[in-house]
């Protein structure tokens, strides 16, 4: 069983930067792609952003390119989202996943096994 926890969450205004961090315990967290997608008030949650497991491949949607920045540590076994010039529809809770069936896309929630519990940002105008 993998445990996965986020935290950096916050409220924060437009323009301004959070860092979010993903800890896992348990299962062999070097060996799993790892992915943030997030969830606003009365939407589908939707993929942010994945890594792989040794850290060489990183895809975006494209409504946080150049702004967010996803990376690991698999020594300390934690993922983190660096999020820049944050927008006020950046409001949501931020979901880490771990464990990627590599037959579906990589923005599929359904292709992940293990969630976290969700850390909120909420970006004010």
């Known amino acids: 069983q993998v445990l996965l926890v986020e935290s950096g969450g916050g409220l924060v205004q437009a323009g301004g930067s959070l860092r979010l961090s993903c800890a896992a315990s348990?299962?062999?967290?070097?060996?799993?792609?790892m992915a943030w997608f997030r969830q606003a008030p009365g939407k589908e949650r939707e993929f942010v952003a994945v890594i792989s497991w040794s850290g060489d491949s990183i895809h975006y949607t494209d409504s946080v390119k150049g702004r967010f920045t996803i990376s690991r540590d698999n020594a300390k076994n934690t993922v983190y989202l660096q999020m820049n010039s944050l927008k006020p529809e950046d409001t949501a809770v931020y979901y880490c996943?771990?464990?990627?069936?590599?037959?579906?896309?990589?923005?599929?929630?359904?292709?992940?096994?293990?969630w976290g519990q969700g850390t909120q940002v909420t970006v004010s105008s």
């Open positions: 348990g299962g062999t967290f070097s060996s799993y792609d």
């Open positions: 996943a771990a464990n990627r069936n590599y037959y579906r896309a990589y923005a599929d929630q359904n292709a992940y096994t293990y």
